[in-house]
């Protein structure tokens, strides 16, 4: 059977796309392109940041679930509290490597001296003033957008 729902969900914008088009806007000709590379390049490191932390947690699942069958509840507990650990120094230990060494990340992706400025700085501390500051007021329009999930079909 066909799904009819799946053209529709499929043929919605995902988030990303409204950043680039926002980034777009705000950016102008000259900057439009680079703040949709530099959005790409730090996106692309937060998802090879965390995308590890899904890794521990789904590992766990079947950990926890046979301690939920053998009705051992301090077992379940003391396995999140360890991976709540776990995944919270995971995440500091890579907030400060990204803080510290954020442009070789950044070297990962592109080698361009002004991309690798932007990105550092939107990595590091994306309130500080920079060339890209007068296009702040796209994150109030982001905020007004819908947000849409294109992997799910209902």
Known sequence: ?????????????????????????????????????VNTIVQSIMLVVTMPLGGIS???QCILSYNYGAYQMERIKEGIRYIAKVCIG??????????????????LFNK?????????NA???PDKKSPTSKTR???DELSLLPCYNTSVVI
């Open 90 to 107: 995971y995440c500091v230990l890579m907030f400060a490597i990204a803080w510290l060494f954020g442009k070789y990340f950044i070297f």
């Open 58 to 60: 789904s590992g766990t």
């Open 123 to 125: 990595l590091t501390n």
């Open 1 to 37: 059977m066909e799904n009819k729902n799946a053209e529709r969900v499929l043929g919605q914008p995902d988030q990303h796309t409204y950043y680039n088009a926002v980034l777009q806007k705000y950016g102008g000709e000259q900057l439009g392109d680079v703040l949709v590379t």
């Open 112 to 120: 361009d001296a002004q991309l690798v400025v932007l990105a550092q």
């Open 137 to 139: 007021k796209w994150r």
